[in-house]
């Protein structure tokens, strides 16, 4: 049996005109609606059919097919019956073009009656969904349909019907959904036959195929797709788009891209002025981000090199990173350049390496740094980015994302164009790093490593970097017999080799939790990771007991009681950001993590803290 797709495209609706052309998640909601019907694989074609060569051009730069409707017509079932008039197919699907989240089970339920007892019956199959609140029953939009006992359609309607004239008699109401699966002879007998009176008086189209004769087989569909007919519906769908996303990340194979240049070495930092000078475009300005802390450090000023119209941004890392702060600096580029930049330098520790990669992409992806934050969501490439850190551990110099704090949750903005195009580790520019602060950022990289290889994501990709970088660790913290330059170039690359290792896998239980402590308190990524881990012996037994050794040999203290005057709002508002981490949890503790880490422990957890 071939069975293809068609979907029917007018670039007018009466409702939202030019609704298919609207930005879904950063493609036109008509490529949205393509590219699902054909992810599901149950087409032998997928094609959509239009009178808009707007919309025909966007459908064929997607690589997809679109055929040009010759003739005005008033259902997209003329439309398609015109299309496939010449093509050699058994079973055409009507696939609508304002629905981009159209499930593959309704599409398999459909095309299931086909083989079905009953399918030499079957002119055509259609979806119905159970509806129960008497408001959608009787809102004239929905249109409902009754059903014989085989599930054929018996009629089509907007008022609520059966009307519900004794009230103690158990019905179940139906809504019809648009999709249907014909026979191709069904459409083409259907074909241009004249509307009658009763479907122009409900402006129902599916009531022609009754009115004629036809059988149409009713499949029932859970799934509650969501139609694009209004502006806010277009908002639902952004967000719905973005939460799948979320939850679909590919831990098993993972395509990830890997910063394409670095330079090492003391003193490589003066290499800087050579490396980016070819990608200066005339009049286009490089932007240094560097933290504030070298504000009065003229001399390493003077190594910048600053040139014409180049910009030099002192950046307080006093806070965490905010998408509000992207936003501004961003902003304030804009106003003042006509032109995009050549380069963002970003100069500093963690922070400041996510602040730039951050406005890196924010100056050419649209909106508020918060819409992106989470997993791919970001759309365009962004402005060249080089990454200098200053102090080692975080790895946010290869990784790829840029951890943010937005209004609603600190989550980074993860995608493919994150990373830096070049970067320069000079293991001297970390000399001045205070020594509490050396200790936290540098158990940053031991915690990525103690979760990504006891992370059930692990594979041996990952725990080559994870294993280079926990050995480096152990020589650099607990072993205490290098020279300081060794323990700054060794950190330096335990730094690097531990972004690495997360890169295919996650962090885990300290993670999730030191984001709850920071987004509820602000307390910093470095010292609150301390602070958690320095409880989970649950988790992670040994690797605690050898941090908390490691604390000792470098006489760190780590502040307590930090959680001891919690509100009780505060509290939850930081189990709901530690859970809302699904990913770090099912890397630390597998798909049941739910079970494990309960809302009480990490209550109990926090409460120690
Ligand atoms: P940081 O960048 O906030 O810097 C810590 C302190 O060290 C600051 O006070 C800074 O002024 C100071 N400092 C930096 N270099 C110095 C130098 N050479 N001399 C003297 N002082 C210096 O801290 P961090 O621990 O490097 O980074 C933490 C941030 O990194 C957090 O925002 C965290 O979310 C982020 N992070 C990102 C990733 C990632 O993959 N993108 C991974 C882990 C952490
Ligand atoms: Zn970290």
Not at 48 to 53: A, I, K, M, R
Not at 130 to 136: M, R, S, T
Not at 458 to 469: I, R, V
Request: proline share 4%; hydrophobic share 40%; glycine share 6%.
């Amino acid at each position: 049996m071939k069975i293809i797709a068609m979907i029917p495209a007018r670039y007018g609706a009466s409702r939202f005109p030019g609704k298919l052309m609207q930005d879904l998640g950063g493609k036109p909601v008509i490529v949205r609606t393509y590219e699902a019907a054909k992810e599901t694989e149950l087409f032998d074609e997928v094609y959509v059919v239009t009178d808009s060569e707007i919309i025909f051009n966007v459908i064929e730069e997607a690589g997809g097919k679109a055929i040009m409707s010759g003739k005005e017509h008033d259902c997209g079932s003329d439309r398609i019956a015109e299309a496939v008039e010449n093509m050699d197919v058994d079973i055409v699907v009507n696939v609508q073009g304002d629905e981009p989240f159209t499930s593959k089970s309704g599409l398999e339920q459909v095309l299931s009656v086909f083989n079905g007892a009953d399918a030499d019956k079957i002119d055509l199959a259609s979806l119905m969904t159970e509806i129960n609140d008497w408001k959608e029953i009787s809102d004239p939009n929905a249109v409902k349909v009754i059903v014989d006992k085989d599930n054929f359609a018996l009629y089509f309607s907007r008022s609520p019907i059966p009307y519900p004239r004794d009230k103690n008699v158990a019905v179940q109401y139906y809504k019809h959904k648009g999709i249907y699966a014909f026979r191709k002879n069904a459409l083409m007998d259907f074909y241009r036959l004249p509307m009658r009176s009763t479907e122009a008086a409900e402006k129902i189209e599916c009531i022609r195929y009754l009115e004629y004769g036809k059988n149409i087989k009713m499949a029932i569909s859970n799934t509650q797709g969501i139609e694009i007919d209004t502006p806010e519906d277009l908002v639902r769908a952004n967000k719905v788009l973005k939460e799948t996303k979320k939850v679909s990340v590919n831990n098993k194979y993972r395509n990830f891209p890997m910063v394409p240049k670095v330079v090492f070495g003391s003193g490589s930092f003066d290499q800087l002025t050579s490396i980016i000078s070819p990608e200066r475009k005339d009049k286009a300005p490089f932007i240094f981000i560097v933290d504030d802390v070298f504000k009065n450090n003229q001399e390493f000023i003077n190594r910048m090199n600053l040139r014409f119209n180049d910009k030099l941004l002192f950046v307080s890392t006093v806070q965490e990173p905010k998408t509000e702060q992207v936003d501004t600096i961003v902003k304030n580029i804009k106003a003042e350049f006509t032109y995009a930049p050549s380069g963002i330098i970003g100069i500093g520790g963690g922070s400041i390496l996510d602040l730039a990669k951050a406005v890196s992409l924010m100056l050419t992806n649209k909106g508020s740094a918060a819409d992106y934050q989470g997993w791919d969501l970001i759309q365009n490439k962004g402005i060249y980015h080089v990454g200098i850190p200053t102090i080692s551990g975080t790895g946010a110099e290869v990784s790829r994302t840029a951890i943010l704090t937005g209004p609603e949750k600190k989550l980074g903005l993860n995608s493919d164009f994150t990373p830096y195009d070049q970067v320069i580790l000079d293991p001297e520019l970390t000399i001045g790093v205070p020594k509490n602060q050396w200790f936290y950022t540098g158990m940053d990289c031991y915690i990525h490593c103690v979760e990504s290889l006891n992370g059930t994501f692990l594979n041996e990709f990952s725990k080559s970097y994870g294993e280079k970088a926990y050995d480096l660790c152990m020589q650099i913290f607990l072993e205490d017999n290098l020279t300081e330059q060794e323990s700054r170039e060794k950190l330096m690359m335990a730094s690097w080799h531990g972004g690495m290792s997360i890169a295919y896998s996650q962090v885990g239980v300290a993670h999730a939790m030191s984001y709850g402590l920071s987004y509820v308190l602000g307390t910093k990524h470095g010292i609150g990771n301390c602070i958690v881990f320095d409880h989970l012996d649950e988790f992670y037994p040994e690797d605690v007991k050898i941090f908390k050794k490691m604390k000792k040999n470098h006489n760190i203290e780590i502040p307590q009681g930090i959680c001891s005057n919690l509100t009780e709002s505060q509290m939850e508002s930081m189990i709901d950001i530690a859970l809302s981490l699904v990913p770090l949890w099912e890397n630390a503790l597998g798909d049941d993590w739910e079970a494990i880490a309960t809302r009480d422990k990490l209550r109990n957890l926090y409460l120690k803290m």
